[in-house]
C-alpha cells in the first residue's frame, strides 16, 4: 500500500556524471511506495519554460527531506576548463547543498553509492563542510544488499517526513498561540451582550429620528411650493406690510399776545348798513341733463393720509 506524503517531501540532490545510474534506480523502486509527486527530481519535476534556480529554491523550502547522494568521483568532477565544480559558486549542486543546510527544519541524508566515502572536509567549501556532520546512509548497488539498503532508506525517508511535518504543525500551532495570547482579551458574555442590545437600540433609535427629520424636511419644502404657487409675486405686498408708518408733523402752538404799556382803548364797533335785495337773475338751463352727485363712499384713514389739525386763529387786542 502506498503511503501519503505530501507534494515534494522528498528531495534528490546528485550529480549526474557521479551517480546517475543508481538514482534512476533508487526513484523507480522508491516512487512506488509513496503517493505521486512526493519525490522531487529534476528530470521528471521541473516544468518546461520556468527559471531553474528560483524553482530550485523554492522546491527546497517545501520540502521536509534532502537526499544528497554521492559517489567516487563527486568531489572531484570537473567542468570543461578542469576547474573542480565544487569550488565554483554557482554550481547547481552546491547551492543545493548550501540551501538545504541553511534550513533549520528540513533533514539533510548523504546517501553514499558505489562504496563512496564521505570526503574530506579539505576537499569541501566551507559552506558544505557542515555535511560531514549530518548522519548519512549506504546503498549498495548488489542484489540482496540493495533491497536491504533500500528498505532501510525508504523507513528512514517515511518517518523523518512525518516527524518533519509534525514539527512545522507544532510550531505553528504554537506561533497561533502565541498571538492569541498578545491580543487582548475577548469580552465575556454577560459583558458583550448588555453593549451590544444598546449598541443595537441607538441604532434603531438613530433611524427613527432621521426618518422624522427626512418627513420634517420634505414637508417644509411641499409648504414653500404651495405658498410660491398661490401668490407668484409676493414683494408688493411684502413692501407695503413693512413700511414704516408716517407720523404727522407737531402741531404749532398759538402765540402768546405782547403786554402793552398804556390801557388798551376799546375799538368803535361798525354800525351795519342794510344792503339792497340782490336781484336773481336766473340761471340758465343746460340742455343736457345733470347728473345727481354720489358722495363716494367714505375711506377711512390710510397710512399714508396726514391727519387735519384744529387751527384757532389768535385774536389781537388792538
Not at 520540502?63 to 559517489?71: E, K, P, S
Not at 572531484?76 to 565554483?88: F, M, P, V
Not at 413692501?239 to 382803548?265: D, K, Y
Amino acid at each position: 500500500m502506498r503511503e501519503t506524503l505530501p507534494p515534494n517531501s522528498i528531495f534528490i540532490c546528485y550529480r549526474r556524471l557521479d551517480s546517475e545510474e543508481m538514482v534512476d534506480r533508487a526513484y523507480e523502486d522508491l516512487r512506488p511506495r509513496f503517493t505521486d509527486g512526493a519525490i522531487f527530481r529534476d528530470v521528471d519535476t521541473i516544468p518546461a519554460g520556468v527559471d531553474f534556480p528560483t524553482f530550485i529554491q523554492q522546491s527546497l523550502r517545501d520540502c521536509a527531506v534532502v537526499l544528497v547522494f554521492i559517489g567516487h568521483d563527486w568531489p572531484n568532477a570537473t567542468d570543461s576548463h578542469g576547474q573542480r565544480r565544487l569550488e565554483d559558486p554557482c554550481d547547481h549542486v552546491r547551492i543545493e547543498i548550501e540551501t538545504a543546510l541553511g534550513l533549520p527544519d528540513v533533514r539533510v541524508i548523504p546517501v553514499m553509492v558505489k562504496r563512496a566515502a564521505m570526503p574530506a572536509a579539505d576537499l569541501l567549501p566551507e559552506g558544505l563542510r557542515a555535511l560531514r556532520r549530518r548522519n548519512g546512509r549506504v546503498l549498495r548497488s548488489s542484489g540482496a544488499d540493495y533491497k536491504h539498503d533500500l528498505e532501510d532508506l525508504a523507513e528512514v525517508l517515511s518517518r523523518s517526513v512525518n516527524e518533519v511535518h509534525a514539527a512545522r504543525k507544532a510550531a505553528r500551532q504554537r506561533a497561533r498561540k502565541a498571538v492569541a495570547a498578545s491580543a487582548p482579551p475577548a469580552l465575556p458574555k454577560a459583558v458583550l451582550r448588555p453593549r451590544l442590545h444598546a449598541a443595537a437600540s441607538a441604532l434603531r433609535q438613530a433611524g427613527k429620528w432621521s426618518w422624522m427629520l427626512g418627513a420634517g424636511c420634505v414637508g417644509l419644502v411641499a409648504l414653500l411650493v404651495v405658498e410660491a404657487v398661490r401668490d407668484p409675486d409676493p414683494v408688493p405686498r411684502t413692501a407695503a406690510a413693512t413700511a414704516p408708518p408716517v407720523t404727522p408733523p407737531p402741531a404749532t402752538p398759538a402765540p402768546t399776545p405782547m403786554p402793552t404799556p398804556f390801557p388798551a382803548t376799546p375799538a368803535p364797533e361798525p354800525v351795519a348798513t342794510p344792503s339792497p335785495p340782490a336781484e336773481s337773475t336766473p340761471r340758465p338751463k343746460s340742455s343736457s341733463t345733470a347728473k345727481p352727485k354720489t358722495k363716494s363712499p367714505s375711506r377711512g384713514p390710510t397710512p399714508f393720509s396726514i391727519p387735519k389739525l384744529p387751527f384757532k386763529k389768535p385774536r389781537l387786542p388792538f
